[in-house]
């Protein structure tokens, strides 16, 4: 579940491999792997680049929870605060 998670913060924030390779020095040919192929494993220096890339999804990331009173959400959690926040009810 964790990798499921990492792909939907990368989706998510429409970063692109080659920025992640600029950003986190893993190769942009790995972020193509871990994208696209179901049965490559997710490495531990793969989790803690996406986790320092976007602290504010670190809880979910590794255990799928969220806690916004500590700016701890979700991707799905902030596109539903934006939509509420557009229509006025966030």
Do not use: C, F, H
Not at 1 to 13: G, P, Q
Not at 25 to 30: F, L, V
């Amino acid at each position: 579940m964790i990798k499921e998670r990492l792909i939907a913060i990368i989706k998510w924030k429409g970063i692109k491999n080659p920025e992640l390779e600029e950003l986190t020095g893993i190769s942009r040919y790995t972020w193509q792997n871990i994208r696209n192929k179901p049965d490559r494993a997710i490495k531990e220096e793969e989790i803690e680049a996406i986790a320092a890339l976007y602290p504010e999804y670190r809880l979910w990331l590794i255990s799928g929870e969220v806690a916004p009173e500590i700016g701890q959400t979700s991707p799905e959690y902030d596109e539903a605060n934006a939509t509420l926040k557009q229509r006025g009810e966030g």
